[in-house]
């Protein structure tokens, strides 16, 4: 059930892999632009997307260092300028209610 997505324009299901054009890097980006597009990020990103486009929150969740905030940085860079805009705040595990407010 997991290995695969509805597509609605076809009317069938397809693995996500198959959803995603092929991955091609410039080699002008740095390090930590990259990154790699695995079943985790395609299936990440259409559920983000979905959710974004219907107004609905999201949180994700999970172990540092596992992509989060990257996914979700490259998602709304994606999104389009005239519709959608967005601010980022970046939280750490030393990050305070006072240097919140």
């Not at 009317?11 to 091609?24: A, C, D, F, L, T």
């Not at 999201?58 to 989060?68: Q, S």
Request: proline fraction near 2%.
């Amino acid at each position: 059930v997991y290995g695969w997505v509805f597509d609605v324009e076809r009317g069938s299901w397809r693995e996500w892999m198959e959803i995603v054009e092929k991955q091609k890097l410039s080699p002008s980006l740095e390090y930590s632009q990259i990154i790699v597009t695995t079943l985790d990020v395609v299936r990440y990103t259409h559920i983000m997307r979905l959710l974004v486009d219907k107004h609905f929150h999201a949180l994700l969740v999970g172990p540092t260092g596992t992509g989060k905030s990257r996914y979700v940085i490259s998602m709304l860079g994606a999104l389009e300028k005239t519709r959608w805009s967005s601010l980022t705040f970046n939280f750490s595990a030393r990050t305070s209610v006072n240097m919140t407010q």
